[in-house]
């Protein structure tokens, strides 16, 4: 069953501009991570955040986590064209293995 | 480059035809998974192998057959498939343990006709 929402389903900004990603999930998680895929492509790990972490940075991501609200968001600073891309938060129940767990994903389309 | 190699990249095969998705990680991992994306649906967990031993069975069609021999190696055999199987069929890899990204392959673009 389907676990992370992400919103909005598209997003189209201009080049330069900051991109802000949000995640709903429903259950207990262990973690929360952030997949990237361009497109017919495989996914791409950009960033993991513990459940007892609330935000955390790498390079021009930043990643917070609200456990009390299910919710995840990330935000892309000073977009490029080149971080054209699907997004998608996925979550981790782990029970001996990492299961993970997709949303449907942002289409982000950045506008040179 | 992720260090997850899929085989054949894109497929084309009639309903009555047999194939073999071949998917190869040399990272050291000990999970390794089969995953569905259709167009605006999310990602669906097929197959789980930890160990080479399957623990995850997502309720799929039998005409999905998978298949681990070792830890680097997981294939997915197809038989008698429907054209609403065509999606892109990725393969990731963990290290079975918490707190640990994965790993995906490029995926192998699947069309039934």
């Known amino acids: 069953s389907q676990q992370g929402e992400e919103d909005p389903q598209a997003l189209s900004i201009q080049e330069g501009e900051n991109a802000t990603m949000n995640c709903s999930y429903k259950t207990s998680i262990n973690n929360l991570q952030w997949y990237r895929q361009n497109s017919g492509r495989g996914l791409v790990h950009l960033i993991l955040i513990r459940s007892n972490e609330r935000e955390k940075h790498s390079g021009r991501l930043r990643v917070t986590l609200d456990t009390s609200k299910k919710s995840s968001s990330l935000l892309i600073t000073a977009s490029r064209a080149a971080d054209t891309a699907s997004y998608f938060c996925?979550?981790?129940?782990?029970?001996?293995?990492?299961?993970?767990?997709f949303g449907t994903g942002t289409r982000l389309t950045i506008i040179p | 480059e992720t260090g997850v190699t899929q085989t054949p990249r894109h497929l084309v095969m009639g309903m009555t035809n047999k194939k073999s998705l071949k998917c190869e990680q040399h990272?050291?991992?000990?999970?390794m998974y089969w995953y569905k994306q259709s167009a605006k649906k999310p990602l669906e967990l097929m197959f789980v192998?930890?160990?080479?031993?399957?623990?995850e069975n997502n309720s799929v069609p039998s005409r999905f057959s998978p298949e681990c021999p070792n830890s680097s190696h997981l294939f997915l055999h197809l038989h008698t498939l429907q054209p609403e199987d065509s999606a892109l069929y990725l393969c990731?890899?963990?290290?079975?343990?918490?707190?640990?990204?994965?790993?995906f392959g490029q995926g192998t673009r699947l069309t039934v006709v």
């Open positions: 990272l050291g991992h000990n999970a």
């Open positions: 990731a890899s963990s290290s079975g343990q918490g707190d640990t990204e994965a790993f």
């Open positions: 192998y930890s160990l080479e031993e399957r623990v």
């Open positions: 996925a979550t981790s129940s782990n029970f001996g293995n990492e299961k993970l767990t």
